[in-house]
């Protein structure tokens, strides 16, 4: 991509406005928390301690916003007391311009390194070193600055005590991820009934394990609608994609098929139903069409082998899902009646964007179900031929509910966490580490020309460097552009308004509290319009500490725009482009899938599991590899580089490739034999050469060079020979294979050599015409054959 289409797209991301569902009652909530602490803070200190005091509590209010499963409070807490030392120790420093420009450098550094233990410390690290730069004008001693600090923490400890005394929809987050987790497998089980390969985006269920982990504290609070079906979800996945495929299920056409499109459909208005009723709280309404469907007693004389096991295993992780999502009997029964039943082809999809929110609803107003535990009689799911006769994986030992719950470290242990991860960045090459140094050298220089230029408050410029720097491309640039649009904006109306109305201390703390909670409200929007009401809240604020508004319009947009400016030179000087990494992540994305796929083979060698390496928590390997890729190559699109060895083509095409890798094997785990099974000795050594060769393999991709998969045709040639007495696993395996070679072929990006057949030599003037044909195609050279004489 061309620099001019990168600044092109960037600009437009920047100005761009997304629709997205507004959070009334939480933004009311945070301007409320930030009213409190202004009118505290003036009643008592006065309007320098009451503009730090809203400094802390309006940082401390945007920490609440972050997509994080951290409790909210420890968030606003944390976000408060940060923002206070920042400040004291700013202060202390700020009289002298060598210390203070050091420990900038130093606070702006970390910040930068803060990224590596996760976005939201990240944000709130980096917001922090910007707020500081502007609350350090304010103390005028060092009394003073402790006076200021301390209410900055005060102005967090009210935002903390807002959210547990007012809370809006406490489980809310968690509620959506899972619920969006079921709705994704809702949709993808319609979408099979057309496609039966169709494709399956894995977030949503990562995002639902990711909500899963919870703090002590959260962990003795969560609803019971929370408990164990993110792993019966993760379950369904692969029963739904064996039961669709024709590889290891049902033709493509005849009655079979029609009745897998049946139970698809059903599957999706169940999964639907359990989806509604989690991410509101309330008791499942399951659709009768759906429950009868299963209901039906010959699916089990229409299919046979691993379908009719698949179809047997669905029916029961969805009576578990309904059991642990609270339905009751009553609703379960095919008679029973809703106003909301429909047809499964017209069955309203509760998919959504991850982290969508629903209306605000407090969670006391939806019953939860007593007992999550209950055994639950669903007549609709327990017919004859869906009481497991040849599956025997009684619910009890589900590994989805037997694992020990994900824990979250609280506040205090994630301290070392955090620092742990930062010194893992410390490296060269590190994209965390560039951009530490970028932000810490632009906010240095920043500071320096802002104090050099005539125009005063020179904090602006390197507080929009360090508010806008991010550490990838597209991110760092168009919110350079959002910035400088959105303060060119919130500027000009705010000290427009200041200079007909000439507010006073009362009227400016009340301007800055409603810009403050527009920008609550809108904050998610987009960054043009958060921009605006972010540059509007700290005119208004500074207005009330008694700063004269002698800085015009043009002065201010003059210094944030060096300071957007500052940041993308930067990143175009110092680079992390992602261009150049992706062969690694695609690398390590290949081994992560091959030992996934090691895993599930072994397990058909010795069903017993013995020693062998835990299926799932490979399967959540390679999950996370493939997100790791996805995220590279969405960010090495906008980069306004040259691919370097893996052209867009390419990276497509193996894409394409590891992802019918793990399909495959995904459907190999959807019938993983049990305990008592007969083992297959000839898995192992198939086993064992997958995994050598994706290593191998692995190592080929980060060298340049095109894997082979030698190893792993040869096992399947000595499986030949000894028989096969599973044929799901030796069926998989072939089309594991197959799926290894389109790899190398996505891979092999040569330019394949020009050869020209003996017997017919061109013409002196014509050039040589280029052989089109697959190499495999093409015929050895030498002498002509009978064939070609004939052709003569």
């Given at each position: 991509m061309s620099w001019f289409r990168a600044l092109k797209d960037t600009t437009r991301s920047g100005l761009s406005v997304e629709?997205?569902?507004?959070?009334?009652?939480?933004?009311?909530?945070?301007?409320?928390?930030?009213?409190?602490?202004?009118?505290?803070?003036?009643?008592?200190?006065?309007?320098?301690?009451?503009?730090?005091?809203?400094?802390?509590?309006?940082?401390?209010?945007?920490?609440?916003?972050?997509?994080?499963?951290?409790?909210?409070?420890?968030?606003?807490?944390?976000?408060?007391?940060?923002?206070?030392?920042?400040?004291?120790?700013?202060?202390?420093?700020?009289?002298?311009?060598?210390?203070?420009?050091?420990?900038?450098?130093?606070?702006?550094?970390?910040?930068?390194?803060?990224?590596?233990?996760?976005?939201?410390?990240?944000?709130?690290?980096?917001?922090?070193?910007?707020?500081?730069?502007?609350?350090?004008?304010?103390?005028?001693?060092?009394?003073?600055?402790?006076?200021?600090?301390?209410?900055?923490?005060?102005?967090?400890?009210?935002?903390?005590?807002?959210?547990?005394?007012?809370p809006v929809r406490r489980w809310g987050a968690h509620r959506d991820a899972l619920a969006d987790a079921l709705a994704a497998e809702a949709d993808y089980a319609r979408r099979l009934r057309h496609d039966p390969v169709a494709p399956f985006d894995g977030e949503p269920l990562m995002l639902a394990r990711n909500a899963a982990a919870l703090t002590p504290r959260q962990a003795r609070t969560r609803p019971a609608q929370l408990h164990g079906t993110r792993g019966l979800a993760e379950r369904i996945r692969p029963v739904l994609a064996s039961l669709a495929d024709p590889a290891v299920g049902v033709p493509d056409e005849g009655p079979e098929r029609e009745r897998v499109r049946e139970l698809l459909g059903a599957a999706g208005s169940i999964l639907d139903a359990a989806a509604r009723a989690i991410r509101h709280g309330a008791p499942v309404k399951v659709p009768p069409a759906a429950v009868a469907t299963f209901k039906t007693p010959d699916t089990g004389a229409i299919l046979s082998g691993p379908a009719k096991r698949a179809a047997a295993r669905l029916g029961s992780l969805l009576r578990d899902v309904l059991e642990t999502a609270g339905a009751?009997?009553?609703?379960?029964?095919?008679?029973?009646?809703?106003?909301?039943?429909?047809?499964?082809?017209?069955?309203?999809?509760?998919?959504?964007?991850?982290?969508?929110?629903?209306?605000?609803?407090?969670?006391?107003?939806?019953?939860?179900?007593?007992?999550?535990?209950?055994?639950?009689?669903?007549?609709?799911?327990?017919?004859?031929?869906?009481?497991?006769?040849?599956?025997?994986?009684?619910?009890?030992?589900?590994?989805?509910?037997?694992?020990?719950?994900?824990?979250?470290?609280?506040?205090?242990?994630?301290?070392?966490?955090?620092?742990?991860?930062?010194?893992?960045?410390?490296?060269?090459?590190?994209?965390?580490?560039?951009?530490?140094?970028?932000?810490?050298?632009?906010?240095?220089?920043?500071?320096?020309?802002?104090?050099?230029?005539?125009?005063?408050?020179?904090?602006?410029?390197?507080?929009?460097?360090?508010?806008?720097?991010?550490?990838?491309?597209?991110?760092?640039?168009?919110?350079?552009?959002?910035?400088?649009?959105?303060?060119?904006?919130?500027?000009?109306?705010?000290?427009?308004?200041?200079?007909?109305?000439?507010?006073?201390?009362?009227?400016?703390?009340?301007?800055?509290?409603?810009?403050?909670?527009?920008?609550?409200?809108?904050?998610?929007?987009?960054?043009?319009?958060?921009?605006?009401?972010?540059?509007?809240?700290?005119?208004?604020?500074?207005?009330?500490?008694?700063?004269?508004?002698?800085?015009?319009?043009?002065?201010r947009v003059v210094l944030t725009l060096v300071g957007g400016l500052l940041a993308m030179l930067a990143y175009a000087l110092y680079p992390a482009w992602e261009t150049p990494r992706l062969r690694t992540w695609l690398a390590d994305w290949l081994l992560a899938l091959g030992r996934y796929g090691a895993a599930v083979i072994g397990r058909y060698a010795e069903p017993d599991g013995g020693n062998l390496p835990d299926v799932r928590e490979a399967l959540l390997a390679a999950r996370t590899a493939e997100l790791a890729w996805q995220e590279a190559a969405s960010r090495a699109r906008t980069e306004p580089v040259r691919h370097r060895g893996l052209s867009r083509a390419a990276a497509d095409d193996a894409e394409h490739a590891l992802q019918h890798i793990g399909r495959v094997e995904m459907l190999m785990e959807a019938h993983l034999p049990e305990r008592e099974a007969t083992p297959v000795p000839a898995a192992a050594r198939l086993a064992k050469a997958l995994s050598t060769a994706t290593e191998d393999g692995a190592r080929a991709v980060r060298e340049r060079r095109v894997p082979s998969w030698q190893a792993v045709r040869d096992a399947l040639a000595d499986w030949d020979g000894e028989g096969v007495p599973d044929r799901v696993v030796r069926r998989g395996a072939g089309l594991l294979l197959e799926a290894l070679e389109e790899l190398s072929d996505a891979l092999d990006t040569d330019v394949p050599p020009i050869t020209l057949k003996p017997d017919d030599p061109p013409a002196p003037d014509d050039p040589p015409a280029p052989d089109d044909r697959d190499l495999d195609d093409r015929k050895p050279e030498g002498p002509p054959g009978p064939e070609d004489r004939a052709a003569r």
């Open positions: 629709r997205q569902r507004l959070e009334p009652l939480v933004a009311l909530r945070g301007a409320a928390g930030l009213a409190i602490v202004i009118t505290v803070s003036l009643t008592f200190f006065g309007p320098a301690v009451a503009a730090s005091s809203a400094f802390g509590a309006f940082q401390a209010a945007i920490a609440t916003f972050q997509r994080s499963w951290r409790p909210r409070p420890e968030l606003a807490v944390a976000s408060g007391a940060s923002l206070g030392v920042s400040t004291f120790l700013g202060y202390l420093t700020g009289g002298h311009l060598v210390p203070f420009l050091a420990l900038l450098i130093l606070w702006t550094f970390l910040a930068g390194l803060s990224w590596a233990a996760g976005p939201t410390i990240g944000i709130i690290a980096s917001s922090n070193v910007a707020m500081m730069l502007v609350t350090i004008t304010l103390p005028t001693s060092v009394a003073a600055a402790a006076g200021h600090a301390a209410m900055m923490v005060f102005g967090g400890l009210v935002q903390a005590a807002l959210v547990i005394l007012f009751h009997p009553e609703t379960q029964h095919p008679e029973t009646q809703h106003p909301d039943t429909q047809h499964p082809d017209t069955q309203h999809s509760e998919t959504q964007h991850p982290g969508t929110q629903h209306p605000e609803t407090p969670e006391t107003q939806h019953p939860e179900p007593r007992n999550e535990n209950a055994q639950l009689t669903s007549p609709a799911l327990t017919r004859p031929t869906l009481t497991r006769p040849t599956v025997t994986r009684p619910t009890v030992t589900s590994p989805a509910l037997t694992r020990p719950a994900l824990t979250r470290p609280t506040l205090a242990r994630l301290l070392p966490i955090a620092a742990g991860a930062m010194r893992k960045e410390v490296h060269p090459g590190s994209p965390i580490l560039r951009h530490a140094i970028r932000v810490s050298a632009v906010a240095a220089v920043g500071y320096l020309i802002g104090t050099a230029l005539p125009f005063g408050h020179g904090y602006w410029a390197p507080m929009a460097a360090v508010m806008v720097m991010r550490p990838d491309f597209s991110q760092t640039y168009s919110r350079a552009v959002a910035r400088f649009a959105g303060t060119l904006i919130g500027v000009a109306l705010a000290t427009g308004l200041v200079q007909v109305a000439r507010p006073g201390t009362g009227l400016s703390a009340a301007l800055a509290v409603v810009c403050a909670g527009l920008m609550y409200l809108v904050m998610r929007t987009g960054q043009l319009a958060a921009q605006a009401c972010i540059a509007a809240y700290v005119v208004f604020l500074l207005g009330m500490a008694g700063e004269a508004w002698g800085q015009t319009v043009l002065e």
